[in-house]
């Protein structure tokens, strides 16, 4: 949602805003890293233990990903999330 002390969105309909509105506020420029982003999510994901929420990430990007090899250890250590 754009807010990183309170990143959550309620509902598909909260994703979804969220979504639309990083469309216009995006900008994109490298170097991309990925993997710091990703574990900030996963110590989200990881505090609940309950199944009682789901997390999305919505990954934009030009294609071009500067710690690709570190990108892929952090979705493979947080799949289970």
């Not at 979504?19 to 990925?34: I, M």
């Not at 309950?50 to 570190?70: H, P």
Request: aromatic share 10%; with cysteine; glycine share 8%.
């Amino acid at each position: 949602n754009g807010n990183p002390q309170n990143p959550y969105c309620h509902g598909i309909d909260g994703v979804m805003e969220a979504y639309y509105r990083s469309l216009k506020s995006v900008q994109l420029y490298g170097p991309t890293n990925f993997a710091p982003v990703i574990n900030h999510v996963a110590r989200y994901a990881a505090s609940v233990k309950d199944g009682s929420q789901y997390f999305v990430l919505l990954i934009i990007t030009d294609g071009v990903i500067s710690d690709m090899a570190q990108t892929k250890e952090s979705i493979v250590n947080v799949s289970l999330l």
